[in-house]
């Protein structure tokens, strides 16, 4: 009987674990949205209600730290049990920081807000929206246990990179066609920055996933496609090198 | 006996989890150290060295996730034991995107190399410097268990920010000036940032060891120091907002 009560428990431990991961999740999701609605409308009042809720987030990534701390101290769980509580603590760690990014671009739209506008703009919804829809697959797929879901969603990463790369060269473009442009696409530059490593995050969580279902991780070469980093600094003019 | 054989048993796991991590530590200190050599150097090859050595540091956490997964399950460990093991994994989290950053730091010197010198490039060994002793002052608070030795850490991120903020402006100013120098002046914004952002995960690793001393969070609000995100995109000639 008292192997069953403590059981029982646990599993529904582990199931507001769970309810309060997935919470987070949406939350982190809807935070991604909203900051780049706020950067399209131009709308600093909106930008700032992301901000505000930022520490939403920051406070449910604490719970679930206090909730699995206390879960290994209390029930010691073993083998599925304990991945679960492992998966949940990284999990939280990889939506908090999407929290910040998403953060960072609606402060970023506040300051774009009060300058002219640029062209460019609408790659950064369309990246915006491909990663939105990478974190809600990857966390249904948490939610279901569905590691395939998991690596499908962890391979349209891919995507993300590419979207990133073409974004970059267009504003690197567009900053030096006119100075005017460049204090504006600095700040996209970080946006799209941020929105590719929130593609990152929803990557690891999607490897989380898969470790979480199969007991190891996926065996297949991660996806790497930013490549501006590599990017040799243009010099117009054919200068290069100069 | 058996009980005794336990405990001294469990302290050698954790003796050489502590070393692991002191390890990795080690190695994410050289590779900022490498990597802003490299960059100042204009030595493509020593990148190349930094983009090789990034694998060291990814196995190293990858260990030490084992060894926290193996300790928690077969000796679930209690109270400080228990945070000891959760700390950790989080220290390591943190470690590994410390080489990230100066991976991508090695990567864009290697693109900078081919590109026309900066002369703002000054500024960001400074910054690499300061970093980097943080880093390992919380790496020692991190052996010695000394809190208040972290706490000072933490509180110097406040001057990384201040030089993160000017470099940023000098760099804004350097590429209106001419053109031709925004390549290499986004590289550099990349790579203060990433300089910046690695500050942020030893601020991380000081709170975590704050935590593994004392039990609870440190209760100062936490420095934040990067105004950039607000900065105004500015538009020169006085041509704000047309």
Redesign the interface.
């Known amino acids: 009987m008292t192997a069953e009560h403590i059981v029982k428990s646990f599993d529904d431990e582990l199931k507001l674990l769970n309810r309060t991961i997935a919470q987070m999740g949406g939350l982190s999701e809807v935070q991604l949205q909203t900051a780049t609605d706020a950067l399209m409308r131009r709308d600093a009042e909106l930008a700032g209600k992301v901000i505000q809720a930022d520490k939403r987030i920051d406070e449910l990534e604490h719970q679930i730290g206090e909730m699995a701390?206390r879960m290994?101290?209390l029930r010691?769980p073993?083998?599925s049990d304990?991945r679960e509580v492992?998966a949940a603590?990284k999990i939280s760690?990889d939506l908090e920081r999407i929290g910040d990014y998403a953060t960072?671009i609606a402060?970023?739209a506040?300051?774009?807000s009060?300058?002219?506008p640029v062209s460019t703009l609408q790659a950064i919804p369309r990246m915006g929206q491909l990663v939105q829809s990478i974190i809600k697959d990857v966390l249904d797929a948490y939610v279901d246990k569905n590691a395939e879901r998991a690596v499908a969603a962890w391979s349209r990463d891919e995507e993300v990179d590419s979207l990133y790369n073409s974004l970059f060269r267009e504003l690197?473009t567009y900053?030096?066609e006119d100075?005017?442009n460049?204090?504006?696409c600095?700040?996209l530059?970080?946006i799209a920055?941020n929105i590719e490593r929130i593609g990152d995050h929803a990557t690891n969580i999607a490897e989380t996933v898969y470790f979480l279902v199969h007991g190891r991780g996926i065996e297949i070469a991660r996806p790497k496609g930013d490549v501006t980093?590599?990017?040799?600094?243009?010099?117009?003019?054919g200068?290069?090198?100069?």
């Open positions: 701390v290994l101290a010691q073993m083998a304990l492992v603590l760690a960072n402060k970023r506040i300051a774009i009060q300058a002219q690197l900053m030096m100075p005017r460049i204090g504006s600095i700040h530059m970080f920055k980093s590599y990017a040799i600094a243009p010099t117009p003019g200068r290069a090198g100069a």
